[in-house]
């Protein structure tokens, strides 16, 4: 099936151990996934998890898996390995679930984060929720920043270019 406007996606969010002073915008969460999966040219459903949590999880999630011990802002599981721009083979939605839906991965969110980084960089908690999430998506389609100046220019235009088609 082939939803040309990311029709189909699944998208599941939810907050843990988050305080209601840090809850996060679901809805524009799921908006920034499903345009950054759009724009991206993904036209089959594809299944996202997303997790808002607090420091102290993100600490310990990025120590276990990256050998960081210290909080980060922002956590991507990618379920594969994709090569951007050309991350939709053909055939690939084989690897579906039963029910049709790609499992591109996990995103986990640390509110707090967001909130200091939001103050750092004078914009608002929403600009930096937008920003993390199309930065985590991109990251589930293969995108990388870390080992070379290309991948991070590459990475850093298409976060902009996805953004200026979100309502924040």
């Known amino acids: 099936m082939t939803g040309g406007m990311g029709s189909g996606h699944r998208i599941y969010a939810r907050h843990s151990g988050v305080g ?11 908006r920034c996934i499903r345009t950054a999966l759009r724009l991206e040219g993904v036209d089959m ?12 999880l993100l600490r310990e999630l990025n120590s276990e898996f990256r050998g ?12 594969h390995e994709f090569s951007p721009p ?24 640390s509110a707090e984060r967001i909130d200091s980084q939001a103050r750092e960089y004078g914009q ?14 991109l990251h ?4 990388d920043h870390i ?18 088609h979100v309502t924040v």
Request: proline letters at 6%.
């Open 68 to 79: 960081v011990d210290k909080a980060t802002d922002v956590l991507s599981f990618p379920m």
């Open 20 to 30: 209601a002073a840090h809850r996060l915008p679901i809805p524009l969460i799921k």
């Open 147 to 164: 080992d070379e100046a290309e991948g991070k220019k590459q990475m850093r235009g298409r976060e902009e270019e996805i953004l200026a």
């Open 124 to 137: 608002s908690r929403e600009r930096e929720t937008a920003y993390i999430t199309v930065h985590s998506v």
């Open 140 to 143: 589930l389609l293969g995108y």
């Open 45 to 56: 459903p594809c299944e996202v998890s997303v997790l808002i949590a607090d420091d102290r």
């Open 86 to 109: 050309g991350w939709a083979r053909p055939g690939f939605g084989a690897a579906g679930t039963e029910a049709g839906a790609l499992p591109l991965g996990e995103i986990v969110i």
